[in-house]
């Protein structure tokens, strides 16, 4: 389990570094239109026919194992919602290190994204169930950003 976890904290780091080539302009001009690009970047993560149009333009990296095709249902598929909170995680973390995350790693900073790893992981099934139980608020947002007809405990108030 630690060897897969490690494996994913690279993955993400690597996702993280390619936020750039998917979203060019997310660290330019003010930082009140960081914002507003940011939370527009992940409106369209959260959007499942912009994921299956993206997904779509992937190549395998092996052509004898082509990815599986999706059909008009993307939302259904496990791969696109884990796509989906894969990229708000990533681009969360580009947006917060602001573009340096493999160049502040320290100890402790891969900690916390082993943390977030878990997160996801846990993002990723309440979303696939339809239901998730977190008091963490980057979490809760995501979820209804994803999946607003979801149910999320605690309630909102």
């Known amino acids: 389990m630690t060897a ?11 996702l993280a570094e390619q936020t750039p ?26 959007t499942p026919s912009k994921m299956l149009d993206f997904y779509s333009s992937l190549e395998s990296p092996n052509p004898e194992r082509p990815y599986p095709s999706i059909g008009l249902t993307p939302e259904r598929w496990a791969l696109i919602r884990w796509l989906q909170v894969n990229m708000l995680f990533a681009v969360d973390l580009h947006v ?6 493999r160049a502040t790693l320290t100890p402790g900073l891969r900690m916390r994204l ?21 008091n ?22």
Not at 4 to 14: G, K, R, S, T, W
Not at 152 to 157: F, G, K, V
């Open 4 to 14: 897969e976890v490690e494996a994913d904290v690279d993955q993400l780091i690597d």
């Open 114 to 134: 082993e943390h977030d790893i878990h997160d996801l992981q846990i993002l990723a099934l309440g979303v696939l169930e339809g239901a998730l139980a977190t």
């Open 96 to 101: 917060r290190y602001r573009g340096t995350l």
């Open 136 to 157: 963490e608020q980057k979490l809760r947002r995501w979820f209804h950003l994803l999946l607003p007809t979801g149910l999320l405990y605690p309630a909102d108030r």
């Open 21 to 46: 080539g998917l979203f060019p302009d997310i660290l330019r001009g003010t930082s009140e239109a960081q914002r507003a690009d940011h939370a527009e970047i992940e409106s369209l993560i959260a």
